[in-house]
C-alpha cells in the first residue's frame, strides 16, 4: 500500500488498497474534429460487498450509456504512476487503448493525447481539492488530470469506425467512499476562437464532521493561467439557481492576485444515465448530458465595477444535476 502522502501529492494515481467501502474511477471525454461524435470513457473500480471493475461508455450524441462489467482479477493499477488495465483495455494520461466484447457493445480504440494541462499540485494545495486534499476522511475527493489536449487515432464503436484525429479531450477523475448526496458538474473546453480555454465547475453537499455544507471548486484555465474560485481559497457563491433547464452561477474571489467575478449561465442537454457509487453498490443514477452549453463570463473587480477578461460560450459541456431540490440550493 503507497503512503497516504504519496498519493496525496500525485491524485492521478490509483488510491486503493486501504478500507472498504472505495470506489475509483477516471473519466475521459472524447470530441472528434467534427464534434458529431462525443463520448465518456469512465473505467474505474467498486470495492464494496460487490467487488469488481468496470467500463462505462457513454454516447453523447445519442444518449446511449453502457456499464461493462469485470471480475476484480482484470483490474490492475500500477504503484508508481497513473497506468490502469481492466481486461485488455489500458488507460494512462497519454493514451488509451480499449478492446470491449461484449453482447451489449464492441468497441476497439487506439488513442493518443497530446500534452494536457493538469490542475497544478504543491505541498500546500495538491490539486483542485486544495488543502482538502490533505483530509484523509473525505466522502469523495476530485482531481484534474488535463483541462485541455488533442486527440489522435482512431475507435471502432460495433460496426462504426471513428476518426479522432484533430479531436479534442479531457480528463478528470473521482476517488473516495460514494458519490455526494446532491451535486451539479459542468466542464466544457470547447470554446470558440478560444482553443485552450477550459472550465471545471462543481458544488455539492459535504459531510464534515457531524455536519454538512456546501462546497465547490470551479478552475477557468484560460490564456496560460488557471483562474480558481473554491470553498478553501475564500471564494464565495453570489448565485446559484436552477430554473427549468437552464443553471444560473456567479462566485466572486481573489484568483490570480486580484478580486474576481465569474458568472456561468449553463443550459442542459439530452442525458444518458450512468452507474454512481455510494457506500453499498454502484446504484446511484446520474443523468449526464454532452451536448449541453454554458455562456462565460470572466471579470476583473475593480472600484466596484466589472472589468471584462474573458466572454465566451463553451460548447460539448459535460453536465450533470443531481438530486439538487433537497438543499443545495438553499445552504450556505
Sequence with gaps: MKPFWKTVLNPDWYH??????????WYFKLIDASTQHKYAIIPG????????????????????????RYPLAQFWAADDRF???????????????????TPEQKIEADLQFGCG??????????GIMGW??????MECYHGVLSFDHHIYGTMRVDSDLLD??????????????????????????????SPGTSLTA????????????????VGLWHGGRLYRFATYTGAKTETLSVEGEQIHWVLRGKTAGAIHRLEIIASRGGTGILAGPSTVDMGKRVAESLTATATVRLSRVVAGKDEPIFVGNGRFAGLEVHNIEEELLTAK
Design 16 to 25: 486503493g488498497g486501504g478500507k472498504r467501502p472505495f470506489f475509483e474511477g
Design 45 to 68: 473500480v467498486f470495492l464494496s460487498d460487490d467487488p469488481h471493475a468496470f467500463i462505462q461508455v457513454l454516447n453523447g450524441t445519442t444518449k446511449e450509456a453502457f456499464y461493462h
Design 83 to 101: 497506468e490502469v488495465h481492466i481486461g485488455a483495455s489500458r488507460f494512462t494520461q497519454q493514451a488509451m487503448s480499449l478492446l470491449i466484447d
Design 117 to 126: 494541462q493538469p490542475w497544478p499540485v504543491s505541498l500546500s494545495s495538491p
Design 132 to 137: 482538502y486534499a490533505w483530509v484523509p476522511t
Design 164 to 193: 479522432f484525429h484533430g479531436g479534442r479531450g479531457y480528463i478528470e477523475k473521482d476517488w473516495g467512499q460514494s458519490f455526494p448526496s446532491a451535486w451539479i458538474w459542468l466542464q466544457t473546453n470547447h470554446f470558440e476562437h
Design 202 to 217: 462543481s458544488i455539492a453537499m459535504i459531510p464534515w464532521q457531524f455536519t454538512r455544507f456546501r462546497g465547490f471548486i
